[in-house]
């Protein structure tokens, strides 16, 4: 295949940006960290989530639950929970 000067210089410029790109992929995938689970719902817990926030809606869902976990990890730290082997 034969290139002019102008398609070779184009054919340069799109290998540079598809090279920033990957580049770019490259710093993501290597600054990404793993995704963990900070609680494990029962699959009956999950279907009333989903089930709740189909009809609340899931910023409604979301702040209810939020509520809710951080008044028992309140609980929690005020010693209000068992004692763990005495």
């Known amino acids: 295949m034969k290139y002019n000067k102008e398609d ?47 009809t609340f809606g899931d910023g409604f869902i979301d702040q209810k639950i939020n509520t809710i976990v951080k008044e028992v990890l309140s609980l929690m730290e005020g010693g209000q929970t068992p004692k763990k082997d005495k």
């Open 8 to 54: 070779r210089e184009k054919y340069s410029q799109a290998i540079d940006r598809m090279q920033e790109g990957l580049d770019s992929m490259i710093d993501l995938y290597n600054e990404a960290e793993d995704d963990e689970d900070l609680i494990q719902y029962d699959e009956e817990v999950v279907i009333a989530i989903k089930r709740a926030k189909e």
